[in-house]
């Protein structure tokens, strides 16, 4: 599929040249990158080409036919477990991206359900990490997915994922908390739990409203954990999130002490996502995070069909990178 890139000139970015925009911009290619695709028509201003000295002004159209733009390899395997003319329920491995952004847009599960499935409007009800893999629940129409996203946000889906975490996890665990953007770290999206209460059942939690929050961005969040089986060194373990927060279930553990096995972002070693970034993770790096990716399975969904109301069921096993690890891990006790 072909990929255009259009961006609208906010007035604080305005007045200045067209090159110096691009180069600040857009980091996909260096200075002599973007004068040689300016002077190929294929950076546009208002439909007209230009040359690189063009003094940009609020409103204009930035037009770029991005075809060229590097994507990094990724996992493109993927499974249908339902299809119907409202919804698909897809299985995605741990190593790819669900909607175009930044590098992604051929290589996501976007692109690949058009491609390869014929789903022509594809809409994520719950997107997941690049790195969790498996259910993502798919609207084909509009409709379906203001009733997805509805049932979501009134929590009456029931979500359950399947993680690897260092250390000996207890048998049952819920935690309840904030929450926040992590403003003292290197990378801006990262989250932080602040704990407020842990409890040995979710059911604990049932009926108690949130205290007041911290600030104005923190989100209230509420996980239960259950073991599953300890493996040496690291714990398979099942998550119950009854909220449905940005890198919830990640963050939870982390600031319980049971950070999951492989999360550059939230693992054991807060370096690991910058030295992934930037192509750096050394051996013992990868020896420390045991997997590629972060131990983090979408396991299971239960919720009603949109237009039926018949309960949709789906369970997955636990994915062979997962299992081998446990093995491995098992095996060294």
Known sequence: MHRNIRFVIPQARAGGPLLDFLIAR???????????????????????AVLPGRVLAAGDELAYAADDIPEPPMDDRIALAHLDEELAIVNKSGNLTCHPGGRYFNHTLWALLKT??????????NRIDRETSGLVVVARTPAAARNLRAQFASRTVGKRYLALVEGTFPATQAAAGWIVVDYTGEVLKKRRFALVQTADDIDAFAGQPPPAPPDQEAAWAVTGFRLVQRCGPVSLIESLPHTGRLHQIRATLQALGFPIVGDKLYGLDPGWFVRFCQDALSPDDRQRMRMRRQALHAAGLRFRHPSTGDTMAFDLPLPADMQAVVEACAGST
């Not at 980091?27 to 002077?39: F, K, L, N, P, V």
């Open 26 to 48: 857009f980091t996909y290619h260096d200075e002599s990158g973007w004068r040689g695709r300016i002077a190929e028509g294929r950076i546009t201003v208002n439909g007209q």
């Open 116 to 125: 390869r499935h014929g789903i022509a409007d594809p809409t994520f009800v």
